[in-house]
């Protein structure tokens, strides 16, 4: 069975869908050990009332963002991960980190990249008019939310729709799509090769597999 480190920074909810998918078998997987920058992070306590390690580093801690990750990759090291998953977590990573686990880092970002990448998508979203928002499960590389997209999830916008609103259309689909992409990666059917998403051995489009 395959392990999964998981990394937040909040509430968690992305890593909740990841464990009851561990938990029914739609992930044939478990998490390892769950880690988040912030000690207050609920996160933490959804994942020891899974019965799963939790733990959090301070920043404040360390001298640098280096040693930081540094830390923490001996940390994660330590659980033996075949994936490492980021679910929410709000740190941006070290090019060392990224290099450590390349080809196994997964992201969820709220926005249909390669549009608005960073932060207050949900924002923008609203102040430039779109119709339509969404969410994107992508590899990670150097470039911040540039890695190749492997699957999204488009929500629409409605007049009259505040950020509260988009933000539980968008979550309630990441929670769906999020174990669905985990579950290929540990059944052996998702990779990164040549800077590419490849699914079944197939070369996936620049918006990843649900580009219509």
């Given amino acids: 069975m395959k392990k999964l480190v998981v990394l937040i920074s909040g509430n968690g909810s992305n890593l909740q869908s990841i464990l ?3 938990a029914s078998g739609r992930i044939n997987g478990s998490v390892a050990a769950v880690f988040s920058n912030k000690a207050t992070a609920f996160g933490l306590t959804r994942a020891r009332d899974a019965g799963v390690p939790a733990h959090a580093l301070a920043a404040s801690d360390f001298p640098d963002r280096e ?52 932060l207050h998508t949900h924002r923008q979203a609203l102040a430039n008019g779109d119709a339509e928002h969404g969410t994107s499960v992508h590899f990670v590389t150097d470039e911040l939310d540039g890695g190749p997209v492997i699957l999204q999830a488009r929500v629409p916008i409605f007049p009259g729709d505040d950020e ?3 933000t539980a259309r968008v ?11 985990i579950g290929w990666f540990v059944e ?11 699914l079944d051995n197939q070369p996936l489009p620049p918006q990843g597999y649900a580009n219509d």
Wanted: charged fraction near 20%; proline fraction near 6%; hydrophobic fraction near 50%.
């Fill in 171 to 181: 979550q309630h689909q990441e929670h769906a799509i999020y174990p669905l992409v």
């Fill in 20 to 22: 009851d998918a561990c």
């Fill in 67 to 118: 040693a930081f990750d540094r830390q923490l990759m001996a940390a994660i090291d330590a659980c033996a991960p075949d994936l490492v998953v980021l679910a929410g977590y709000m740190r941006i990573l070290s090019s060392a980190f990224v290099a450590h686990y390349q080809d196994r880092l997964l992201n969820i970002h709220p926005s249909l990249l390669p549009k608005y990448p960073g």
């Fill in 164 to 166: 509260e609103a988009i």
């Fill in 188 to 198: 052996g059917r998702l990779a990164m090769r040549e800077g590419k998403a490849w």
